[in-house]
């Protein structure tokens, strides 16, 4: 159940509103990925880290820019082999013919060629067996271009995509609804020390598509925020078949009500801890989402 609960808060944190056939779930900041669970790096001797790069890179977006890297700081190591893992959750954008998900991201690598590389790898079934995303067999699946060059020196950030959905057809993946897909990196250094800033990976995100299901988060509003003990939910129209559901960081739902009884949530009767929730409103037609920050 908790997996599933994990795939239904990766659909709520949506970027803004999107129309019927597109879900593109694209989490605020990787801080919040691995917060969730959704980033998990090995510890022992592995080289990426996730923070602010003070290397000699390029800002993407601004210079508090935090990014998955191989050492935040200091040069990676040599002789050494770094893997990290992102995950995202089977739903029928994987399974149904037509529709796509689309693992999405920009990349910038400063490396010795060749010699001094990362790979990115999909499984799907629980890391049993492992996809190459950059296997010439798989371009059709690609959805940035060329495929995407781990090594070397890019220069500049360069975008990638693959069409997770579209390949685990391909290779007749079996999977249930809610079950995890993992994504692999790794970075593999040689035995000669270098002092290049490694390999970087930014603004990731999953796009879903045509699961229909429009969202538009102007629905409703929610008063006060933060908050210490009760929020109030103004909305925009009275439809059929209304519901309110809150989860915590972690995707679990924490509480329900399948109608619309008033527009005010005692939070403190609930017993819920101090904490970021996210609040999602769904009715007949569309469905809206909108965090709140609960302190006492």
């Known amino acids: 159940m908790q997996k599933q609960n994990f795939l239904l808060l990766a659909s709520l944190l949506t970027a803004n509103t999107l129309g019927a056939q597109c879900n593109c779930c694209v ?4 801080e919040d990925l691995h917060q969730m669970g959704r980033i998990i790096i090995p510890t022992n001797g592995n080289d990426w880290q996730l923070g602010a790069a003070h290397k000699n890179i390029p800002i993407y ?8 890297i191989t050492d935040t700081t200091n040069a ?9 893992y992102i995950t995202d959750f089977y739903d029928d954008s994987y399974a149904v013919a037509g529709n796509n998900a689309h693992f999405t991201g920009v990349y910038f690598v400063e490396s010795d060629s060749l010699r001094d590389y990362g790979t990115m790898h999909v499984s799907f079934d629980n890391k049993q067996t492992w996809l190459n995303l950059q296997d010439t067999a798989y371009a059709e699946h690609l959805g940035a271009g060329d495929t995407p060059v781990f090594t070397g020196k890019s220069g500049t950030w360069k975008p990638f995509s693959f069409n997770l959905g579209g390949l685990s057809r391909e290779v ?5 609804t809610g079950d995890t897909v ?8 040689d035995s000669i020390t270098d002092t290049l800033a490694g390999w970087a990976i930014h603004n990731v995100y999953y796009c879903h598509t045509g699961i229909e299901q429009l969202q538009d988060n102007s629905l409703i509003s929610i008063y006060p925020n933060p908050t210490q003990s009760t929020i109030y939910i103004n909305r925009q129209e009275t439809v059929s078949d209304e519901s309110i559901e809150i989860f915590n960081t972690l995707g679990i739902k924490v509480w329900e009500q399948n109608a619309f009884v008033g527009n005010e949530i ?8 101090a904490g970021i929730y996210t609040l999602r409103y769904s009715n007949s037609r569309r469905f809206a989402v909108q965090r709140f920050v609960y302190s006492y």
């Open 182 to 189: 993992f994504i692999k990196l790794t970075f593999v250094a």
């Open 172 to 176: 007749g993946a079996t999977m249930q």
């Open 27 to 30: 989490l605020p900041t990787l």
């Open 61 to 68: 977006n601004d210079s508090t820019d935090v990014v998955l």
């Open 266 to 273: 005692n939070l403190h009767a609930l017993g819920l801890p």
């Open 76 to 84: 990676y190591h040599a002789n050494n082999q770094s893997v990290m």
